[in-house]
């Protein structure tokens, strides 16, 4: 019987399921009409193993389906998120100046992955896109919190680490005020993790 590109996908799934992402990439090869899932999957792929020959296959494909990348904001991100844990940065910037819609998803992408590579200062700036975007270039920092607070339940409402990551970037900053109000934006068992803890006795000592 012949695969369908919906088989593909299911079957590739399975493999990154299963921690077999080096037989999901094989497959993928095998498939000749990919569809946006199935980019989607190989894109996550390449972000669970991050290494150079996962960056080279990147760039490889990604140039042939780059309308498909500028519109679609899901499969944008997983590109950005694979570009980022490649340690290609420049790549997943370029790309995030193109895309033609940024949705929160996106940002997100470019913050998590901009912190992940120790460009705080960076990632800070994507914040402020955010804000000049969204908001016609009003400067309201509590407009800004709103939008971070529909942000992290967009995307990373369980992920201590980018609370984390932007508590320490702000922090470092000397963005005091804008930390503050972003922990009240934190969920309350979040404040109870060790290394959140840490991170806010740190700000604090800073602000004094």
Known sequence: MKKTVSMYNVIMKGYIKNKSAKKAIDLFREIKDPDEITITLV?????????EKELNLLKTISPKFCNTFYSN????????????????????KSLFDKSTKKTLLVYGAMMTGLIVNDQEDEAIAIFNEIHLDEFYRENHSEKQMKLLSELKHDRFESNITIYLCL???????????KAQSFVQQTPTVFLTDYPIRNALIHMWIRSN
């Open 167 to 177: 508590l320490k970037a702000l922090a470092k900053l000397g963005m005091l005020d």
């Open 73 to 92: 904001p899901y499969v944008l991100t997983s590109l950005i998120d694979a570009f980022m844990k490649c340690g290609d940065v420049t790549s997943a």
């Open 43 to 51: 894109f996550n792929v390449c972000t669970q193993l991050g290494t």
